[in-house]
């Protein structure tokens, strides 16, 4: 009898109630952490500043240019000493000091083309940031019920260890009493300990399940978590709203995958507009203020400063490069080509998805319906043989059997409710997930 009730010292550290100091977590606090606690998203928000900047780099191709020089030479030998004499030019020391300010008048559409590319790597980023966040949201729900599972496995394991601990110390009575053989002792004890072997691991599977919510949610590993919303409940529309809340989802949002593949094919197209526009000619306005002075010595302030100012117009017309715009065009239409078709993928992905989803939930939902029944079922037949047992009318066997098999009932009920909860919730995130998130 000592054994038995070590056992349940032993197998209660698993499963007992949350302690004062635990973190108390719904699923809707959990979903909340997912952006502050998420890296990538902190990662993808840089990017994001940096296409922006990008932006601002191309708009810079229709402003002016402005430069500054200034410069000192020194002449050493010089066939023109003899010549010019006391005129400036040819002489020793030479200081110059000049301004230079080139306004682009036409580039033939270099600085149109290069600012759409960069809008739209912006917007190419800002979809990676909402998938990033869709996706993220989805995991932090799923790691949440199976937390979630697993904590109400470990409760229908600690259940079914206290049932087996009352036919041993029944057993054991009717032992004493010489109405039992030891075989049948002997028989629920051993039943007795496969059971808490196995409430041991259900419970080192609970803490590896909450380690992962933990890390996802970013709180501290050491800190136990006790979920506050129940595995099953018909909360999940509610849910399913505060999740694409969170994941900034809007009512009529399209999908995701599909908006990025447009992008992509947006973006080709631009490159490829803006390859053309590389060997256009490009007009620009040009003026030059200078400063020019020819001291005797190296002092720049002994003499008079003399003054050059020009402006004029410049084209600049490509001519041959050797057919590198070309190739390079022919490139472009390809990757146009590859981008549409990519397109076309995804829309056919996407659909596939949008029924594999629908189906997972339909089977979900009946399969919990199912369970559900089976639990009534197994509960019956458990309560029958456990007064069988008692009036002596049945084995040992018989009363095990009955057990593992409400235990397994119990549990395909709770793993249905599970998959219900994520199946529900990855549908009605669908919209905003990366191509491949939404599927089994």
């Given at each position: 009898?000592?054994?038995?009730?070590?056992?349940?010292?032993v197998?209660?550290?698993?499963?007992?109630p949350?302690?004062a100091?635990?973190?108390?977590?719904?699923?809707?606090?959990?979903?909340?952490?997912?952006?502050?606690?998420?890296?990538?998203?902190?990662?993808?928000?840089?990017?994001?500043?940096?296409?922006?900047?990008?932006?601002?780099?191309?708009?810079?191709?229709?402003?002016?240019?402005?430069?500054?020089t200034?410069?000192?030479?020194?002449?050493?030998?010089?066939?023109?000493?003899?010549v010019?004499g006391?005129?400036?030019?040819?002489?020793?020391?030479?200081?110059?000091?000049?301004?230079?300010?080139?306004?682009?008048?036409?580039?033939?559409?270099?600085?149109?083309?290069?600012?759409?590319?960069?809008?739209?790597?912006?917007?190419?980023?800002?979809?990676?940031?909402s998938?990033?966040?869709?996706?993220?949201?989805?995991?932090?729900?799923?790691?949440?019920?199976?937390?979630?599972?697993?904590?109400?496995?470990v409760?229908?394991?600690?259940?079914?260890?206290?049932s087996?601990?009352?036919?041993?110390?029944?057993?054991?009575?009717?032992?004493?009493?010489?109405?039992?053989?030891?075989?049948?002792?002997?028989?629920a004890?051993?039943?007795?300990?496969?059971?808490?072997?196995?409430?041991?691991?259900?419970?080192?599977?609970?803490?590896?399940?909450?380690?992962?919510?933990?890390?996802?949610?970013?709180?501290?590993?050491?800190r136990?978590?006790?979920?506050?919303?129940?595995?099953?409940?018909?909360?999940?529309?509610?849910?399913?709203?505060?999740?694409?809340?969170?994941?900034?989802?809007?009512a009529?949002?399209?999908?995701?995958?599909?908006?990025?593949?447009?992008?992509?094919?947006?973006l080709?197209?631009?490159?490829?507009?803006?390859?053309?526009?590389?060997?256009?000619?490009?007009?620009?306005?040009?003026?030059?203020?200078?400063?020019v002075?020819?001291?005797?010595?190296?002092?720049?302030?002994?003499?008079?400063?003399?003054?050059?100012?020009?402006?004029?117009?410049?084209?600049?017309?490509p001519?041959?490069?050797?057919?590198?715009?070309?190739?390079?065009?022919?490139?472009?239409?390809?990757?146009?080509?590859?981008?549409?078709?990519?397109?076309?993928?995804?829309?056919?992905?996407?659909?596939?998805?949008?029924?594999?989803?629908?189906a997972?939930?339909?089977?979900?939902?009946?399969?919990?319906?199912q369970?559900?029944?089976?639990?009534?079922?197994?509960?019956?037949?458990?309560?029958?043989?456990?007064?069988?047992?008692?009036?002596?009318?049945?084995?040992?066997?018989?009363?095990?059997?009955?057990?593992?098999?409400?235990?397994?009932?119990?549990?395909?009920?709770?793993?249905?409710a599970?998959?219900?909860?994520?199946?529900?919730?990855?549908?009605d995130?669908?919209?905003?997930?990366?191509?491949?998130?939404?599927?089994?």
């Amino acid at each position: 009898m000592a054994r038995s009730i070590s056992v349940l010292v032993v197998v209660a550290a698993l499963a007992g109630p949350a302690a004062a100091d635990d973190l108390t977590l719904t699923i809707d606090q959990a979903i909340g952490r997912v952006e502050p606690a998420a890296a990538a998203i902190a990662a993808a928000r840089e990017e994001l500043a940096g296409a922006s900047a990008r932006v601002e780099a191309a708009r810079a191709g229709r402003m002016p240019q402005v430069s500054a020089t200034a410069s000192y030479q020194r002449t050493i030998l010089s066939e023109f000493a003899e010549v010019f004499g006391d005129l400036p030019f040819g002489q020793a020391n030479s200081w110059r000091i000049g301004l230079n300010v080139t306004q682009p008048l036409w580039d033939g559409g270099r600085t149109r083309t290069a600012v759409a590319v960069a809008k739209l790597g912006v917007d190419a980023t800002r979809l990676g940031i909402s998938a990033q966040r869709t996706a993220l949201v989805l995991s932090v729900g799923q790691a949440y019920w199976d937390a979630a599972l697993a904590v109400r496995a470990v409760e229908i394991g600690q259940a079914a260890l206290t049932s087996a601990e009352e036919t041993l110390a029944q057993t054991q009575l009717a032992f004493d009493h010489q109405a039992a053989a030891e075989f049948d002792v002997v028989r629920a004890q051993v039943a007795r300990d496969n059971q808490a072997t196995g409430l041991i691991q259900l419970g080192a599977q609970r803490d590896i399940a909450m380690a992962t919510l933990a890390r996802l949610i970013d709180a501290p590993l050491d800190r136990p978590i006790a979920l506050a919303t129940p595995l099953e409940g018909d909360d999940g529309a509610a849910i399913s709203a505060i999740a694409r809340t969170q994941a900034a989802l809007t009512a009529d949002q399209p999908p995701i995958a599909v908006a990025t593949a447009e992008n992509s094919v947006q973006l080709r197209e631009a490159t490829l507009r803006q390859l053309g526009a590389q060997v256009m000619p490009s007009l620009a306005a040009t003026t030059d203020f200078g400063l020019v002075d020819y001291p005797e010595d190296i002092h720049p302030f002994n003499t008079d400063w003399r003054t050059n100012w020009t402006v004029g117009v410049g084209i600049s017309i490509p001519l041959f490069d050797g057919f590198r715009a070309r190739a390079l065009e022919r490139a472009a239409k390809r990757d146009v080509a590859a981008a549409r078709a990519r397109l076309a993928d995804v829309k056919e992905q996407v659909a596939v998805t949008a029924r594999v989803v629908d189906a997972q939930l339909a089977a979900a939902t009946a399969t919990w319906e199912q369970a559900r029944r089976t639990v009534e079922q197994a509960q019956r037949a458990f309560a029958i043989a456990e007064l069988r047992f008692a009036q002596g009318a049945s084995t040992h066997l018989e009363l095990v059997d009955a057990r593992t098999q409400l235990e397994q009932a119990q549990l395909n009920r709770a793993r249905s409710a599970r998959d219900v909860r994520v199946a529900t919730l990855r549908r009605d995130l669908l919209a905003g997930l990366p191509l491949g998130a939404g599927g089994p």
